[in-house]
């Protein structure tokens, strides 16, 4: 499986929180800010990008960014012990 970073920053309401709730639709996710989650999936990044984008504005920004081991951060124990078992080598 693949992990992906996806951020964002929409301008509407409506857009962030149903953002918010199709990438938690992936199933294993971990939001590591207000606007970031990391997700795992089998999808390709462009398929991730296409589905999350399609609620977005022109004056939004988002992204969706491929992501593996080796990694350093602080934050919340659950989500450090998801990303050291779902972030791949």
């Not at 499986?1 to 996806?6: G, K, P």
């Not at 990391?38 to 390709?44: F, G, R, Y």
């Amino acid at each position: 499986m693949a992990c992906y970073l996806v951020a964002y920053n929409a301008a509407v309401e409506n857009a962030r929180f149903s953002i918010s709730n199709d990438i938690k639709a992936y199933g294993s996710w971990a939001k590591i800010g207000d606007s970031a989650y990391i997700i795992s999936t089998d999808a390709e990044v462009t398929e991730v990008y296409d589905n999350l984008s399609k609620n977005l504005d022109a004056d939004d920004n988002f992204y969706v960014i491929s992501v593996s081991k080796p990694c350093w951060g602080q934050g919340p124990g659950a989500v450090n012990q998801w990303l050291s078992d779902n972030l791949p080598n």
